[in-house]
């Protein structure tokens, strides 16, 4: 690792102690308007303001932020424009990374989409394209995304829901049966570093056989430690440390070998809807990436090399103001980090590319179609805080995957926000307001304090070895549901405003009947036609990989190459690395 002797808050408040202030504010003005507020404040406002003149909202996944009855210039007295607000497409990049946003580019519309096998999510895919997606994103089932074949034991009843399953390079090719791979870019969301280095290089051998050019792909792998050691609910665990390594050769490879694949999603938006404050989310995801860069640099390649391709990954929760500050905080102090703590030179580099999906465990079961309500208000403050993707849940998600008609919905959500509502024909359209740019002020300083905290545990790696966010997580989320319980936090059709009249029928998805039968039969010819003599030195010449500390997806694509299957590949890495046991938090 990179030995860097000051912290990232440290550097951040040396710059800012060296800079000669210029604030937006004429001192007189700000003199007399704090006589004419405190008049105001004195005079006309009520004694029951007064006394609560602060308060906190309590939101679902909320971050405790006081707000204050109304803000003003005050708000903002030692504000400099340039350099804390600026212009879009401009360095601190708060307002948005390019300068005309929308009108240059609208955000990708990026539905997820995954259930039962490669052919029946592959019918989605196209039912998507065909009705205005602009991105394709797939989500994996249970066993898939745990590194299970489809015939294992464990995967039993799971085959195909809550994602697709696939178990080899020739359910890739089924999966993307007929998608121009060139000209659609396609979200993989592979979830973890290891199964990224199992699932991606099966991607990339589906396309070589289909004669396509890795440099003619586009599009995003997860690849997230969080996501591996944290965000997860099975059975087996490779250590930290490995799993660090694994995020890193995943990046490595795919930055030479795919160079217009995002080769990582820094992810915040599990580890928000698992249970963490909006301000952790981003903290977490920060230090990932920091830790991830000093990680490349020690392996000998330049900052601008690697940063440019760096996205993130956020989740949209119900406080408005706030999920519109965050986006555009985290944005401005990637910005800083880039150019202060790493020195990048490429512009690109100190770009926040992000993706944003609506909360998924903000839904609920109770009268479904409020759902539609909560993620259109999400998807729009996520617009109003300048992302690039989005992915706006669907009602009944609190049920299963949603139906082709809740799905279409979902799409028609973002095209009606695109095209009928002109919330896009203006860049940054909350940028000077008073209230949005304190928020923003105050949420910064939050994200770089947890940064800090995690610093000077020893780094994210650490943080995860010695259960600091495992605590953070168990803490928030008793914390928040027994809010949710004693009615603090509203939660409307739930909590509050219930009704006895029974909610219409929705029409719940029902799964494709007989997947896991046909997945097994699939993995019995594969390993009928095969030869499995290549296999297992092609198996084996990976785990001699894994244990020499070479880079492994070379290795992998090999696998998937040959006809190798997920499970297989899994076998090597717990054989190679061992398994780890995640702290028990009580």
Known sequence: MVENKKNVKEILEEIKEKKVKKPLYNPEAIEELQKNFDNWKDNTVKEADKQNWEITPQTVLGSEIPRELTYSPLNLKDSEYTREIGFPGEEPFTRGLHPNMYRGKKFTIRQINGFGGPEDTNERFKFMLKNGATGLSVIFDIPTVQMYDSDDPIAKGQVGTSGVAIDSANDMDLLFKDIPLEDVTISIVTHYPSNTAILFPMFLAMAEKRGISWDKLRGTVQNDITLEEVVRSGPEYIPP????????????????????????????????????????????????GIETLDELISRGYDVDFIAPRLAFFWSISNDFFEEVSRIRAARRLWYK?????????????????????????????????????????????????????????????????????????????????????????????????YYVESLTNEIEGRILSEIDEIENIGGYVKSIEKGWIHRKIANYFNKEHAKIEKGDI????????????????????????????????????????????????????????????ENIVPYSVECARLGCTEGEIFKVFKKSFGLWRPPVIF
């Open 337 to 433: 980090i880039m150019k202060y703590r790493f020195k990048a030179k490429n512009p690109r580099s100190l770009w926040m590319r992000c993706h944003v999906q609506t909360s998924g465990i903000t839904l609920t079961r109770q009268e479904p179609y409020n759902n539609i309500i909560r993620a259109s208000y999400q998807a729009l403050s996520a617009i109003l805080g300048g992302v690039q993707s989005l992915h706006v849940d669907s009602y009944d998600e609190a049920y299963a995957v949603p139906t082709e008609e809740a799905a279409l919905l979902s799409l028609r959500t973002q095209q009606i926000i695109q095209n009928e509502t002109a919330v896009t024909e203006v860049v940054d359209p909350l940028g000077g307001s």
């Open 490 to 549: 509203k939660v409307v059709g739930q909590n509050c405003f219930t009704t006895d009249n029974k909610t219409p029928p929705i029409d719940v998805f029902k799964y494709p009947k007989g997947v896991e039968d046909r997945q097994k039969e699939k993995i019995k010819k594969l390993k009928e036609s095969r030869n499995n003599t290549k296999v297992e030195k092609a198996l084996k010449a990976l785990q001699d990989a894994c244990e020499k500390k």
């Open 241 to 288: 440390r490995d799993c660090f390594r694994i995020q890193c050769d995943n990046i490595e490879f795919i930055k030479k070998e795919v160079p217009n694949w995002n080769f990582i999603n820094l992810n915040g938006y599990n580890l928000h809807d698992f249970g963490t404050s909006g301000v952790t989310e981003m903290a977490v995801a920060i230090s990932n």
